[in-house]
C-alpha cells in the first residue's frame, strides 16, 4: 500500500545534540510537509517542500532544519535540541492537484533528555 | 486570514450514543474541509472530507459531517459510538487557490465510555 513512513517511531536524544529524523513516502505527492505537535495540541507546521522548494514558516525557530534529496525522502534535522522540543513529529505529503487532502505519517516522539 | 474553532475540547460520551463535535471556521474565500482522527500515539488519519457538491459526507465507519456555509461550519456527527471511536478529532480548513496549507483547530478529545 501507499503510505508515508515515518523513522524512528520513537528518538531519544540529549540536550544539545544534534539529531534527525526521517521521512519517505511511496505516494510520489510533491508536496511534503514536517510539523510539530505538543501534548493536547494541534499540529503546527515548521515547513513544507513544493518539490524542491523550501518553504519555511516565519516563526521556525533557525534550530530546525530541513532536506529533501529526492521526491521520496525528507529529513527534519534539529541542531540544538532543547527540553522545549520534545514533542511528536509529524510528516506529511499532498498533491499540488485535486485532491488538496494531505496524508500523515505515523509520527516520532522525540524525547530529549 | 483563516481560523478554525472547535468549540469543546473534551466530549465524554457514553457508548453507542450519539455524539457531535462542532467545527466552524472563518475565511473570505471559498475553503476544502477535513476531519481527521488522532489515536494514541500516531499520526492522522483522514476520516472525511468536504471538497464540493453535496454538503453532506460520510466516512466508512459512520461518522458524517455537514457543511454549512451560511454558518461557516462543519460539525461531525456519529448516531452511536463504539468504544474504539475514543481519539481527538481536529477539524482543518485549506483555502482554495491559496497554497496547500492547512489550517488546523484546537483539537477535540472523545472519551467512550462503557
Known amino acids: 500500500d501507499a503510505m508515508v513512513i515515518q523513522n524512528p517511531r520513537y528518538q531519544v536524544t540529549q540536550f544539545g545534540k544534534p539529531v534527525t529524523l526521517s521521512c519517505s513516502q511511496t505516494?510520489?505527492?510533491?508536496?511534503m510537509y514536517w510539523y510539530q505537535q505538543k501534548s493536547s495540541q494541534a499540529p503546527k507546521l515548521l515547513f513544507h517542500?513544493?518539490?524542491?522548494?523550501?518553504?519555511n514558516e516565519a516563526d521556525t525557530p533557525d534550530n530546525f532544519q530541513s532536506r529533501r534529496p529526492n521526491t521520496s525522502f525528507c529529513f527534519l534535522d534539529i541542531r540544538s535540541p532543547g527540553l522545549g522540543d520534545a514533542a511528536m513529529y509529524l510528516c506529511?505529503?499532498?498533491?499540488?492537484?485535486?485532491?488538496?487532502?494531505?496524508?500523515f505519517g505515523p509520527g516520532t516522539r522525540l524525547t530529549v533528555t | 486570514a483563516q481560523s478554525v474553532t472547535q468549540l469543546d475540547s473534551q466530549v465524554p460520551v457514553f457508548e453507542e450514543a450519539p455524539v457531535e463535535l462542532r467545527c466552524n471556521y472563518s475565511?473570505?474565500?471559498?475553503?476544502?474541509l477535513f476531519w481527521y482522527v488522532q489515536y494514541p500515539n500516531q499520526g492522522l488519519q483522514l476520516l472525511l472530507k468536504?471538497?464540493?457538491?453535496?454538503?453532506l459526507v460520510e466516512s466508512i465507519n459512520g461518522f458524517e459531517a455537514e457543511f454549512n456555509k451560511s454558518q461557516t461550519s462543519f460539525h461531525l456527527r456519529k448516531p452511536s459510538v463504539h468504544i474504539s471511536d475514543t481519539a481527538e478529532y481536529f477539524c482543518?480548513?485549506?483555502?482554495?487557490?491559496?497554497?496547500?496549507?492547512?489550517?488546523f483547530g484546537g483539537g477535540t478529545r472523545v472519551l467512550v465510555k462503557p
Open positions: 506529511a505529503t499532498s498533491t499540488a492537484g485535486t485532491s488538496p487532502e494531505q496524508y
Open positions: 505516494l510520489n505527492h510533491n508536496v
Open positions: 517542500y513544493y518539490d524542491k522548494d523550501f518553504n
Open positions: 475565511s473570505s474565500v471559498s475553503v476544502y
Open positions: 468536504y471538497l464540493s457538491g453535496s454538503t
Open positions: 482543518a480548513v485549506r483555502e482554495f487557490a491559496a497554497g496547500n496549507k492547512l489550517t
